[in-house]
């Protein structure tokens, strides 16, 4: 059963920093696509950062130069580096593993964490 457990949520002022945290279990994480997605009230689900299994990186252009996404392989786990954060920055933000070993390609998701910024 694969799982995804995350932390490092809470409330921050404009300007300060966060930096989230993604273990998985359960799944080849070596081999899995790792991203954040946010979802603010009343909008969808969108991609805040990607981190492919070979270490290419993808970033919302919302969040560039901003947040930092890592990976530490032996640890299972998937980080987010939230810095200079803006009050639009405040959503429910999960964890997604894209476990692309796996034929058809199959996604879990985290329960989320709640970040909010205040200004």
């Known amino acids: 059963q694969v799982r995804l457990a995350e932390s490092g949520g809470g409330l921050v002022q404009a300007g300060g920093s966060l930096r989230l945290s993604c273990t998985a279990s359960?799944?080849?994480?070596?081999?899995?696509?790792m991203g954040w997605y946010r979802q603010a009230p009343g909008k969808q689900r969108d991609l805040v950062a990607r981190i492919s299994s070979g270490g290419r990186i993808t970033y919302a252009d919302s969040v560039k130069g901003r947040f930092t996404i890592s990976r530490d392989n032996p640890k299972n786990t998937v980080y987010l580096q939230m810095d200079s954060l803006k009050p639009e920055d405040t959503a429910v933000y999960y964890c997604?593993?894209?476990?692309?070993?796996?034929?058809?390609?199959?996604?879990?998701w985290g329960q989320g964490t709640q970040v909010t910024v205040s200004s």
């Open positions: 359960g799944s080849t994480f070596s081999l899995s696509a």
């Open positions: 997604n593993q894209e476990r692309q070993y796996m034929t058809p390609v199959q996604q879990s």
